[in-house]
């Protein structure tokens, strides 16, 4: 069955750098767009970054341009984001998301605090 798992979260002051990554298993990994999406507390939740199958092509919300990278790496079944220049706005649970066959996982999330 289709998994994914996040790693990588944590507590990091303003500034700071964390990479998350998520690893995925149980789907052909790299015939699939990846996403990742963020949920504050008593916010929806949004879609932070995107990333093609072959990656060669990404997109990010405008909030976190500049600052955060999305990329993936096919042979270890894993996509990551790596976030920079942290502000406290980001604090959040950090999802990754694949559409496999119309069906859509969800990984368990990795919480994401930016706090001095």
């Known amino acids: 069955q289709v998994q994914l798992v996040e790693s990588g979260g944590g507590l990091v002051q303003p500034g700071g750098s964390l990479r998350l990554s998520c690893a995925a298993s149980?789907?052909?990994?790299?015939?699939?767009?990846m996403r990742w999406y963020r949920q504050a507390p008593g916010n929806e939740r949004e879609l932070v970054a995107a990333?093609?199958?072959?990656?060669?092509?990404?997109e990010y919300v405008d909030s976190v341009k500049g600052r955060f990278t999305i990329s993936r790496d096919n042979a270890k079944n894993t996509v990551y984001l790596q976030m920079n220049s942290l502000k406290p706005e980001d604090t959040a649970v950090y999802y990754c998301?694949?559409?496999?066959?119309?069906?859509?996982?969800w990984g368990q999330g990795t919480q994401v605090t930016v706090s001095s």
């Open positions: 990333i093609t199958s072959d990656g060669a092509r990404t």
């Open positions: 998301r694949a559409s496999v066959l119309r069906v859509v996982y």
């Open positions: 149980g789907f052909t990994f790299g015939q699939y767009a």
